[in-house]
């Protein structure tokens, strides 16, 4: 049992306060990611380590010292930097002769690693070689996917995936038009992914809606897929679950049909329209003592005309 797992009665109000942002919630927080290097690391790991930091900033903690450790043999140093920092997202660099230059994409699920991908680092741009003006810290990105194998192969699915849920940044309500400023965007193209990043510039046009000019801003990145480490189907729907009371409720009486347009049931108790009260006319009273005509020779009668 690891240090974090013995604490069951906080002593302090310090350690209950951290029980407490460490407690299941209906609404959790938001995720963060741990990056790291391993024992053996080049000049360009190092360097696209801190780049992918500085992009997923202030969500994100940056490990200096080297960790010595494979992900895909044994994972329980990754799940203890996990429990520790409460971050279920995670990149690992390493670099040897066999695998130069490595990316390790992976995400935790219950503090258990989840999936893993392996991508390997062909070519790189930094930050620093593009000299253009940057996007503020904790923009959040516009992810693009583009390439048939998003959607058609296993892999680069789970791998759409991961970094949907790496690079996404936080949940908004609304989104204002200045703040679409910076794009991330993804190719898959002859077994390789193709990141670069841009920067989105609102120009004049004339009119009402802006003319969008791209800057690309760094880093850029030439990946080629390695190694997975998928979950089974079971677990990952198990990680999809949601609690009831996040689910929206079914409206009872409510549909739309393909325009969108939404239809409401009333149902209504049978009504007793004897005892319905309606406006009563002048024009429509028969006067007392009114003559009705005769018919077939018979002597005219008087209508009975009856009070209101």
């Given at each position: 049992?690891?240090?974090?797992?013995?604490?069951?009665?906080?002593?302090?109000?310090?350690?209950?306060?951290?029980?407490?942002?460490?407690?299941?919630?209906?609404?959790?927080?938001?995720?963060?990611?741990?990056?790291?290097?391993?024992?053996?690391?080049?000049?360009?790991?190092?360097?696209?380590?801190?780049?992918?930091?500085?992009?997923?900033?202030?969500?994100?903690?940056?490990?200096?010292?080297?960790?010595?450790?494979?992900?895909?043999?044994?994972?329980?140093?990754?799940?203890?930097?996990?429990?520790?920092?409460?971050?279920?997202?995670?990149?690992?660099?390493?670099?040897?002769?066999?695998?130069?230059?490595?990316?390790?994409?992976g995400r935790l699920f219950d503090f258990h690693v989840l999936d893993m991908i392996e991508l390997g680092i062909e070519k790189y741009v930094s930050l620093s070689e593009i000299k253009t003006s940057k996007c503020p810290e904790g923009t959040k990105p516009m992810l693009i996917f583009a390439g048939e194998a998003f959607d058609t192969d296993n892999e680069h699915k789970r791998l759409k995936s991961l970094l949907t849920d790496f690079f996404r940044g936080p949940t908004v309500s609304a989104v204002r038009l200045a703040g679409l400023e910076h794009i991330l965007h993804f190719t898959a193209l002859d077994g390789k992914i193709f990141m670069r990043s841009y920067r989105c510039l609102l120009k004049k046009s004339g009119c009402r809606t802006p003319r969008i000019e791209l800057e690309e801003i760094g880093p850029s990145f030439d990946f080629v897929?390695?190694?997975t480490h998928l979950a089974s189907d079971d677990l990952y729907k198990l990680a999809h679950k949601q609690p009831k009371a996040l689910k929206p409720?079914?409206?009872?009486?409510?549909?739309?049909?393909?325009?969108?347009?939404?239809?409401?049931?009333?149902?209504?108790?049978?009504?007793?329209?004897?005892?319905?009260?309606?406006?009563?006319?002048?024009?429509?009273?028969?006067?007392?003592?009114?003559?009705?005509?005769?018919?077939?020779?018979?002597?005219?009668?008087?209508?009975?005309?009856?009070?209101?």
């Open positions: 049992m690891s240090q974090l797992d013995s604490v069951i009665k906080p002593k302090t109000k310090r350690s209950k306060r951290f029980l407490e942002r460490r407690a299941p919630k209906l609404s959790e927080d938001l995720k963060s990611a741990m990056i790291m290097k391993g024992g053996n690391t080049s000049q360009t790991v190092t360097q696209a380590l801190k780049d992918i930091y500085s992009l997923k900033k202030p969500n994100a903690v940056l490990y200096k010292k080297k960790n010595i450790t494979r992900p895909f043999e044994d994972s329980t140093s990754l799940e203890f930097f996990s429990k520790k920092t409460d971050c279920s997202l995670f990149l690992f660099g390493s670099h040897n002769k066999k695998r130069p230059n490595n990316f390790i994409f897929l390695r190694r409720r079914k409206k009872k009486n409510v549909s739309y049909d393909a325009f969108g347009t939404k239809f409401g049931r009333v149902h209504m108790q049978k009504q007793d329209l004897s005892k319905l009260h309606t406006r009563k006319m002048k024009g429509l009273r028969k006067r007392k003592g009114e003559v009705v005509e005769e018919q077939d020779g018979q002597e005219p009668k008087v209508a009975k005309v009856e009070k209101y």
